[in-house]
């Protein structure tokens, strides 16, 4: 049974940090790997598809790797904002369009 | 061009009644699934649907049933409505395999 974790639960930083967020999962059978974000009460906003041949993927301050082999996959937001707080999903699709997500990182940004 | 749309936003049900979700997925998408996030957590896969059949299901009891329509707009159906069903429920469209997926903004579905 697949299972994805997501480390920290909750992270704080102030404006203009780098920081990473860390997702794993136990299987590596995905087809590919997606992380969302979450603002409270809303729903799921796409931020990055990686496809499970592919290593990264980038887009505006979002960088996100993946290391299928190890089980691993890595969120890197560059020079945070305090518009960026809100809960970070990373999910991986086992079936055609099932997702396996972990809790999330809830980030706050500090002005 | 529209996302995809859910309906009710928000609804109360009382324990053992009934309710329909309703979910229209991203124009040109063939394919939906429906997700229970309960507060905290995160979303859990109830089922698929694609050419109007169930294609895969989650650890659901069979009180969640669902439907596809011609057009790839979908219906949600919870019985016997329980507590625990409370939670936000999220539709989820893509066009085929290995795809975006794309989620609505989710009906907060309050058992009382």
């Known amino acids: 049974k697949q299972e994805v974790t997501q480390i920290p639960a909750a992270l704080s930083v102030p404006e203009g940090e780098n920081l990473v967020l860390n997702c794993s999962f136990t299987?590596?059978?995905?087809?590919?790997l997606q992380w969302f974000r979450q603002d409270p009460g809303k729903g799921l906003t796409s931020l990055l598809l990686?496809?499970?041949?592919?290593r990264e993927q980038t887009s505006g301050r979002l960088n996100a790797s993946l290391d299928k082999s190890s089980g691993r996959s890595t969120l890197y937001i560059a020079a945070s904002q305090p518009g960026d707080s809100a809960t970070y999903l990373c999910?991986?699709?086992?079936?055609?369009?099932?997702?396996?997500f972990g809790t999330g990182t809830r980030l706050l940004v500090s002005p | 061009d529209a996302g995809v749309t859910q309906s009710p936003t928000h609804l109360i049900k009382t324990r053992g009644q009934q309710v329909t979700l309703r979910c229209s997925p991203k124009s040109g998408h063939d394919t939906v699934s429906w997700y229970q996030q309960a507060l905290g957590q995160g979303p859990q896969f109830i089922f698929q649907?694609?050419?109007?059949?169930?294609?895969q299901r989650g650890n659901f009891p069979d009180r969640f049933s669902g439907h596809q329509f011609p057009n790839y707009s979908s219906e949600l159906n919870v019985n016997a409505l329980l507590l625990g069903d409370s939670a936000l429920y999220l539709c989820a469209s893509s066009l085929g395999h290995g795809n975006t997926i794309y989620f609505g903004e989710g009906s907060w579905l309050t058992v009382v």
């Open positions: 299987d590596s059978a995905i087809y590919n």
């Open positions: 999910a991986v699709r086992t079936g055609f369009q099932k997702l396996v």
């Open positions: 649907y694609y050419e109007e059949e169930e294609r």
């Open positions: 990686i496809q499970s041949s592919q």
